[in-house]
């Protein structure tokens, strides 16, 4: 299991300045191991050989976005559940949207705070290392049922490795709200992560239905969502979903909400 002094890195930055600003940043924190690549491909070559801890890329590439190397690394077995933090200026969802749902650990802005950069490192090392600390009560997930609702399977996956590194291991899965419904309908589930933009059926339909409609109206609903629209969220919480976190999330928080969440089932 990585040290944060251990991390390897692998950055796409076309700014010869950037990446220096970076890479002096990471080396604040005490991180050597640091590949430059000025363009999306010459990283990808990279990657072919080599297993970096963490891709660190900007948005705009001269050969393709930051979006479009991610969803590359996902396309690729090798790298589904690598880790990617995204550096980038932007901030309109209409771009930074398809990053979060590639499964993203963390977006930065430019310019970034070596705290900011720490935090975004710290939550790369708490997925990668799971959790080292058990707590009293947590043998008893294993024979706890979740249920993930996402349009993004690798959201997904991102999730069922939080899940099943504090026990879960009945872990049942859905593309959205409507595929979601039978399997509430049939199986008795202790926990629900969803998301809120999914086709067909979104997130906040379907927390609505588990309240009004499901016979486990009282099962914990952690809504883990890129969607920043304040009055929608608040229409979920009205619909009366336990919690809200953003995506990308921090994978401490997660484990301290769900842990939250079953001891007051208990």
Known sequence: MPHPQHLTIALA???SLQAQIIRHALSELGIRHIEVFHD???????????????????????????????????????????????????????????????GALAILP????????????????????????LIDGD???AS????????????????????????FRQIAEAEDGSEAVPLINATHFDLVVTDYNMPHMDGKALVEYIRTQSMQ???????????????????VQDAGVSAVCDKPFDTAVIRQLVRQFVAERV
């Open 13 to 15: 930055e076309p700014s």
């Open 40 to 102: 999306g491909q010459a990283l990808l070559q990279h990657l072919q050989q080599h297993a970096p801890d963490v891709v660190i890329s900007a948005l705009y590439l001269p050969d393709m976005t930051g979006t479009e190397l991610v969803y590359a690394l996902r396309a690729q077995p090798a790298h589904l559940d690598r880790p990617f933090i995204l550096v980038s200026s932007e901030t309109k969802p209409h771009y930074l949207n398809p990053v979060r749902q590639a």
């Open 110 to 133: 430019k310019p970034f705070t070596t705290a900011q950069l720490d935090k975004a490192l710290g939550n790369v090392l708490e997925y990668l290392n799971g959790d080292p600390t």
């Open 139 to 141: 043998e008893d997930f």
């Open 144 to 167: 706890m049922k979740a249920l993930i609702v996402d349009d993004s399977a690798t959201s997904r996956r991102l999730i069922r490795t939080v899940l099943e590194q504090i026990g």
């Open 217 to 235: 109206f009282t099962v914990p609903i952690l809504m883990v969502s890129s969607e920043t629209d304040q009055r929608r969220l608040a229409a």
